[in-house]
């Protein structure tokens, strides 16, 4: 049997596709036998026998249950309902706690609220003691009870909510408006009449029984396209294999309504059940980072695409960690995959970002061509690496991503001087910030040669204004009889110095240079004759001089001897 083979389309359909590869891989489909990746082609290909077998609602609930599970409301419930019992079990009394007061209310508001209860109605005769999910209704659970009659409660509620059907349920309501919703709406279980139905029964009947009817069928007498695949579909008037668009969110008005967009008011904008159903998958294909859905619509290579937005199993646990990322975190550590695939041709790549609120719309990034060159740079990577392994840094009472802002900088094409300055300042209280900063200038100095092309002089003068920072550096400590990594003497200094720089005002940073080279005897170095006629060589001339001054030759041979 020929395999349905499922193309490349606009963002949407891509991250569909996505989303189909995501559930199929999560719910450990035979990759190689029941689907495949065509590179040659540029196709996912999907086993006919296996679709025809398939419980595609099944597999759909289970995906959304096992990817964003982890991150919803029933898991916080779950979560609460067991540091309640741990407080309570090791007898350290309610009342010494506040939190459990805050904690048992959310367990029983949530409880609840209206899609839970809806959703209880629809299993109620297919789980085991219903019973203890009403008696929440009518009797909540609450600090003025005794001890033992919470930890009792709690215990029972846990055992309920742990059922498999009971855990998909409740889980789904809470993914359906918080997650699905955000891409799609008004159709299946989230038209506004099925809201109090079974979800799987409404999903069956929209979505994975069409699809079924629709690859057992023969098509050679159909009239009608799909407007996405350009697959044959049934045009009559009563086909159920032409579905409307309009059931995305920001894609299209509800075509049964609005006519007049068509020629003789005759609406021919249809897709086919399989175009339906990967539309419906498109929040699998988005990975939420921090407040926003994202996708990398990598169109070059189908294997790309899929890997640069695949939920694996390191994802899944660690979404909760992932729920937390940054967006500018997230670009990079997804770009490292790609860049592993090492494709030859790498131009700009639209990234799709969608709020977490269902009124949030698309919004599109690109990121260019040159600053993906950047960020593949051997010796990037290699900085980029090293601050992620402690990207944390404290600054009086602020921390501080080091990682994620020096990233975020390169990929809004601002420079890192403003960054730079302040870990200096702050390793003036705090030693161990001096090493970031030192990674950071680096990274500074390394992009600067990749946009300009300007490599082994920028290189080797700033290593030798870096040089002639540590050599004042020892002259001043030897003169005082300090010992070379002790330098509470130049703190002053050194603070100045980095104003004037952040300020760009040369005279106050010459006059300051001047003033140290006259007291040591040293000669000045050539370079600050340079980067006086140069805004560039200011701050990188500037900054190498300040770090090597500031001691950053002995960070570094620390950091080598510590690998």
Not at 154 to 163: R, T
Not at 228 to 246: F, H, Q, T, Y
Not at 341 to 367: A, M, Q, S, W
Not at 523 to 549: C, H, S, T, W
Request: glycine fraction near 4%.
């Amino acid at each position: 049997m020929e395999p349905i083979k499922i193309t490349k389309g606009d963002f949407l359909k891509n991250a569909g596709i996505v989303g189909m590869y995501n559930m199929l891989h999560v719910l450990k489909a035979r990759e190689g036998e029941d689907f495949w990746t065509d590179e040659e082609e540029q196709v996912l290909c999907i086993s006919r026998e296996f679709a025809l077998n398939a419980d595609w609602t099944d597999m759909y609930f289970k995906a959304f249950v096992e990817i964003y599970g982890p991150m919803c409301t029933y898991q916080e419930i779950i979560n609460r309902i067991e540091k309640c019992k741990g407080v309570i079990e090791k007898g350290d009394g309610i009342e010494k706690n506040s939190s459990i007061k805050d904690d048992l209310k959310y367990i029983t508001d949530k409880m609840s609220s209206s899609s839970y209860k809806s959703g209880f109605a629809n299993i109620r005769d297919k789980i085991e003691n219903p019973e203890i999910y009403e008696n929440i209704k009518s009797r909540k659970i609450n600090v003025k009870m005794e001890s033992d009659e919470i930890l009792k409660r709690l215990s029972e509620l846990e055992n309920f909510l742990k059922q498999p059907l009971c855990r998909e349920t409740f889980c789904m309501k809470s993914i359906i408006y918080n997650y699905i919703n955000c891409f799609w709406n008004g159709k299946s279980f989230l038209h506004k009449a099925n809201a109090t139905e079974d979800m799987r029964e409404m999903f069956e009947k929209d979505f994975s029984k069409p699809l079924k009817d629709y690859l057992l069928k023969s098509h050679e007498k159909s009239m009608g396209y799909c407007i996405e695949c350009n697959a044959l579909i049934d045009d009559g008037s009563r086909s159920n294999e032409k579905v409307p668009i309009s059931f995305m969110n920001d894609m299209a008005d509800d075509l049964d309504k609005k006519s007049s967009a068509f020629w003789n008011c005759k609406v021919d904008a249809y897709i086919c059940p399989l175009c339906a159903y990967l539309y419906a998958l498109v929040p699998l294909g988005f990975r939420l980072v921090g407040n926003k859905f994202v996708f990398q619509n990598i169109d070059c290579s189908l294997n790309a695409l899929i890997n640069s937005n695949e939920t694996g199993k390191v994802v899944l646990e660690e979404n909760a960690r992932h729920s937390e990322e940054k967006y500018a975190t997230w670009v990079a550590r997804t770009l490292n995959t790609v860049f592993k695939l090492k494709i030859r041709e790498l131009n700009n790549i639209p990234v799709i970002l969608r709020g977490t609120n269902e009124k949030d719309g698309y919004t599109f990034n690109i990121l260019h061509k040159d600053i993906l060159n950047i960020l593949k740079d051997k010796k990037i990577m290699e900085y980029l690496e090293k601050l992620s392994k402690d990207p944390n840094v404290k600054i009086k009472n602020d921390f501080l991503n080091v990682y994620e802002s020096s990233i975020e900088n390169l990929i809004n094409y601002n420079n890192q001087y403003r960054l730079i300055n302040r870990l200096i300042k702050a390793s003036i209280e705090t030693e161990s910030i001096l090493s970031r900063a030192v990674l950071v200038f680096k990274m500074q100095v390394r992009t600067f040669i990749i946009m300009r092309g300007k490599g082994e002089n920028t290189e080797m003068n700033v290593k030798s204004m870096a040089n002639s920072g540590y050599k004042l550096r020892k002259a001043i400590l030897a003169a005082k009889g300090v010992e070379p990594d002790a330098d509470e003497c130049m703190r002053g200094t050194i603070y100045r110095l980095t104003n004037a720089l952040s300020v760009g005002n040369t005279e106050r940073f010459m006059d300051m240079i001047i003033r140290l080279y006259t007291s040591s005897r040293l000669d000045v170095p050539n370079g600050f004759i340079d980067m006086l006629q140069d805004r560039e060589k200011f701050n990188q001339y500037g900054y190498a001089f300040i770090l090597g001054l500031k001691g950053s030759h002995y960070v570094s041979k620390e950091e080598n001897e510590n690998g």
